[in-house]
């Protein structure tokens, strides 16, 4: 009934930018919360970064003063501004979507996931 549709990964290298979109569609009354997870391989799947629709956020300790989370409440869009990048930021990122859904329910959505690689 939700779907999440990401876009913007790729491969970089050490020191490069890349900006992650992530659009949610579908039956939605409103979304409290968006976010980026990543896992890498061999890893447990992890927060990056996550944003209310008052704009709050929190940030995993590694991505600070580097990774920045925005929101357009009107596009149900989220980003994730990734700079400097770090090999070790290589994994699959994943959006999330926290939803009320028109017919009153609320539940967590994940996109299908984007590769980032980051090359040293």
């Known amino acids: 009934q939700v779907q999440l549709v990401e876009s913007g990964g790729g491969l970089v290298q050490a020191g490069g930018s890349l900006r992650l979109s992530c659009a949610a569609s579908g039956s939605i009354l409103n979304i409290p919360s968006m976010g980026w997870y990543r896992q890498a391989p061999g890893k447990q799947r992890e927060l990056v970064a996550r944003i209310t629709s008052g704009g709050n956020t929190n940030y995993a300790d590694s991505t600070t003063g580097r990774f920045t989370i925005s929101r357009d409440n009107a596009r149900n869009t989220v980003y994730l501004q990734m700079n400097s990048l770090k090999p070790e930021d290589t994994a699959v990122y994943y959006c999330?979507?926290?939803?009320?859904?028109?017919?009153?329910?609320?539940?967590?959505?994940w996109g299908q996931g984007t590769q980032v690689t980051v090359s040293s």
């Open positions: 999330n979507a926290a939803v009320n859904t028109a017919d009153s329910r609320y539940s967590w959505y």
